[in-house]
């Protein structure tokens, strides 16, 4: 019994640890930020995996994605939670933020989709560099579209989330942020996982290898690149949202072609299509920023470098297509899908 749901046993035990660990202030608020960016950049690279990994495609425009997810649950939680400026008294009871503040950012995650599907419209008919150029002019759109969006602040950027975390702090004391991030990584990662196991996943692999062999073996492949499409941008956005909550400031200019570039290069570190390399990669990546940034502008010097190197010696990247439990077959007894 103990071993059947172990997995779930040593996540609510990591969990807590972390949970107690931000409460009683044991570890500075930096480090907790960068444990936090840590959550985030896992959701951001596993979700792009989806697509560049597992179904071979190459979109270079994610960071647009988790810029939808940012900002309607940003503006959301303004909105509803807290008296602002622009649009005045808030619409609810500011204590009911502890309660709805994951329905926020799922409704940021699912704004996220929808633009994703806009995406998804023309990968029926292009592939490769192709469907680049359409995801970058998408991140481009979506930028300037929101600066020239005074009523959120335009290229000034947004900012009034930090109220909606005190609201819910007023109402129960905890480390909320850290709390949803985990919830949320933790979330995301179990469904990435379960998808690509479904028979969803296999038609996912099955465009991968041959997409026109996969339509011949009657796989439905423009529902299949749909769903997935979706998932992988819907994903980012909740990545987005919880940036914002985190930061408590949000700018388009967060989200340009370097965020992009940051997804794109924990993706390849970690490995096509590895689940495992995404989380590992998304982690390593995040220290290297943190140990880069004295450098400055010169650490977009050094990111770029190592992504050559790591091209010529390694183009698997660290995992390449394996997960953990390939590398060790013990770990399957702990965890199984059905």
Known sequence: MLRKYSVQLILIALGGIITYI??????????LTVLMF????????????????????FSCGHAGFMCVGAYVSSVL????????????????????????????IIIGGIAAALFGLLVALPSYKT?????AIITLAANYIIISLIQNMDIIGGSRGF????KVISNMEDVVYLPWMV???????VGSIWILRRYVSSVFGKGVSAICQDEVAAEIMSVNTNKIKTITFMLSSGLAGIAGGLFAYIVGYVN???????KSTEALVMVYLGGMASLSGSVLSAILFTILL?????????????????????MQFRPEGIMGNRELSDIFPKLKRFYRFK
């Not at 939670?81 to 502890?98: C, E, H, M, R, S």
């Open 22 to 31: 931000a409460y009683q202030e044991l570890v500075s608020l930096y480090i």
């Open 38 to 57: 840590m959550g985030v950049n896992i959701i951001l690279s596993s979700s792009l995996n989806l697509v560049n990994g597992y179904m071979g495609e």
């Open 77 to 104: 939680g303004v909105l509803l939670f807290t008296k602002d400026k622009i649009f005045g008294a808030p619409l609810l009871n500011p204590d009911l933020a502890v309660y709805l503040f994951p329905v926020i």
């Open 127 to 131: 592939r490769g560099d192709y469907l």
């Open 159 to 162: 900012m009034g989330m930090k």
């Open 179 to 185: 709390i949803w991030v985990f919830v949320f990584t």
């Open 252 to 258: 388009p200019g967060s989200f340009n072609i370097l």
């Open 290 to 310: 943190e140990l880069l940034r004295p450098l400055q502008i010169i650490k977009w010097v050094v990111i770029p470098l190592i992504l050559i190197v790591l």
